[in-house]
């Protein structure tokens, strides 16, 4: 066997814990498409499809794009050792304002029930986003503060230029 071969062998996924949370992450799944059809006077499987084709566009158009394009900016200005802290950060911010979007637009708010949709979730995202900022900033501090390892690349600008990325 050759060494790449090797190596994409040693990768793989496997195991026991890998194949066990598998089978019960598939068991849920099933539970939860039988649910949605046996009870499809409640659930409204189109709805649903319609909502999953939606998350699945702003996916692929929103969030990876931005959460790439962040990352992109944090790898070329970040020392490394801060870099899966603050990427971490931005990938968590992505997601919580991608999902706070329906409520952000009230989405569901009906003028003849006050109670749907009774908070201020604008508010509510800036302090989930400053919780999620501030433990971020602490996670890249301490990165900072650790002293370096033996495979903890050189600093920027001693490594000889090379072409392309």
Request: proline share 10%.
């Given at each position: ?15 026991p ?6 089978a ?10 039988v649910?949605?059809l046996?009870?499809q006077?409640?659930t409204?499987p ?6 999953l084709?939606?998350?699945l566009?702003?996916h ?19 020392p490394?050792?801060v ?15 991608l999902?706070s ?27 989930v986003?400053a919780v999620?900022w ?7 501090i301490?990165a ?22």
């Open positions: 066997m050759s060494t790449p071969a090797r190596q994409a062998a040693r990768d793989a996924p496997g195991g814990l890998f194949w066990i949370s598998n019960i992450g598939m068991g849920i799944l099933v539970f939860g498409v649910g949605l046996r009870h006077d409640a409204v189109l709805n649903v499809l319609k909502f084709a939606g998350s566009i702003a692929d158009a929103l969030f990876a794009p931005l959460v790439g394009l962040g990352s992109l900016v944090i790898v070329r200005l970040v490394r050792r870099r899966p802290a603050l990427q971490g950060t931005l990938i968590i911010s992505a997601a919580v304002v999902i979007i329906p409520v952000l637009t009230g989405r569901g708010r009906n003028p003849n029930n006050p109670s749907i949709l009774p908070g201020d979730y604008g508010t509510g995202l800036l302090q986003l999620v501030a433990v971020g900033v602490i996670a890249a301490r900072l503060l650790r002293p370096p390892v033996a495979d903890d690349p050189p600093r920027a600008g001693t490594l000889p230029p090379q072409n392309g990325w």
